[in-house]
Structure formats: structure tokens, C-alpha cells
């Protein structure tokens, strides 16, 4: 960081991802809502557990492998309308995430996700799970995906995916924001 960053830039940075002196700061509104405030109440939240995220995701899976088995053709449609679907159910709680405590919210407004930021976000998975159905290369073509996902989540400071950055959502602990079911 350059000398001329103070506190207030620092706390400016993490938002806007620019770095401006205190003097620049000061002509802007932004930085008087800034000062005083912490990264949570200004949006910015630290990331889930992501061992979490990945147990969630397993059981979200094991109920799309499973509902894929029980009625072949129609099953297939059935997994991947949950997989897009399921992030908008409960306060932004998938069947797994309910499960292991964590839920999706939409960070600039501190609202759980609704249906259309679960289709959103998870186009990536329902892509891949489309895929999963042709074999051998569709496996491959899951997987790749999976993998990406999951390398992105562990590498972004606030652990979203591809699906996150679209949608604008993120992936927080049950409780870390007080929002109704």
C-alpha cells in the first residue's frame, strides 16, 4: 500500500478497490458514510468456512445424483431445476446449506437471494450438470467445472465463485447477518 493510503483510504479500498489519499477522500460522500463504520456495515464480509460450503454443496449433489436415479428422463430435469432453484428457497438456504449453517445473501442490499440470484449464480453448476449426462466427456466437462468453482472460492478473499461474481451474491455463516427466513 502507498504511504499516502491512511485508515480511512484503507477502509475505502476494501469497497471500491481503489486507493485515494485522505485529501482526495474528503471530496467524496462516500468516505464521510466510510468513516467510523465497519467493513460489515458498509457490505464487506468475511467468506464462509469453506469446508462448509463444500459439505453443502455434497449434499445439494447427493440430492440431485439421487433425484436424477429415480425417474430417468424426468429426473434429469428435476436435479437441474433444484441445483438453479435451490439457493432461492428459505433465506437464501439450499437443502445443504440449511443443514451446515450457511446462507446466500445479496451484499449490497442485505437481502437473502431470491430465486433469480440462485438461477444466476448457479448457472455454472446447472451447465455442468447438463454436461454430467453425456459420458465420459460430460464427466470430464463436470468436473472441470467443479474444480474451477471450487479453486475460486478458495482463492477469493470474500470466497465467491464465478456464479457469486455474476450474481453479486456471497456465501456467509447462518447468523453473521440478520436477515428473515
Known amino acids: 500500500m502507498e504511504s499516502g493510503c491512511g485508515k480511512i483510504a484503507t477502509l475505502f479500498v476494501q ?14 460522500p462516500v468516505a464521510e458514510e466510510a468513516i467510523g463504520r465497519s467493513p460489515v456495515e458498509l457490505g464487506v464480509y468475511p467468506k464462509a468456512q ?4 463444500f459439505i453443502a454443496k455434497m449434499i445439494d449433489l447427493l440430492i440431485v445424483a439421487a433425484v436424477s436415479k429415480l ?9 437441474l431445476a ?18 451446515i ?12 437471494a431470491g430465486f433469480r440470484e440462485s ?6 453448476c446447472g451447465l455442468a450438470q447438463l454436461t454430467f449426462e453425456i459420458p465420459y466427456v460430460g464427466w470430464i466437462g463436470w468436473g472441470a467445472v467443479l474444480s474451477l468453482e471450487g479453486l475460486l472460492v478458495i482463492g477469493n478473499e470474500q470466497g465467491r465463485r464465478l456464479g457469486d461474481e455474476i450474481a453479486k451474491t456471497q456465501v456467509l ?3 453473521q447477518l440478520d436477515v428473515s427466513d
Do not use: M, W
Open 119 to 124: 438461477i444466476v449464480r448457479n448457472l455454472p
Open 50 to 53: 469453506v469446508l462448509n460450503r
Open 15 to 28: 469497497v471500491k478497490e481503489i486507493c485515494y489519499s485522505v485529501e482526495e477522500l474528503g471530496r467524496f
Open 173 to 175: 455463516e447462518s447468523g
Open 82 to 99: 433444484y441445483i438453479l432453484l435451490a439457493d432461492g428457497f428459505g433465506g437464501g438456504r439450499s437443502v445443504g446449506k440449511r443443514l
Open 101 to 112: 449453517g450457511l446462507q446466500t445473501i445479496v451484499p449490497r442490499t442485505r437481502d437473502p
Open 71 to 79: 425417474v430417468p428422463p424426468i429426473g434429469v430435469l428435476a436435479g
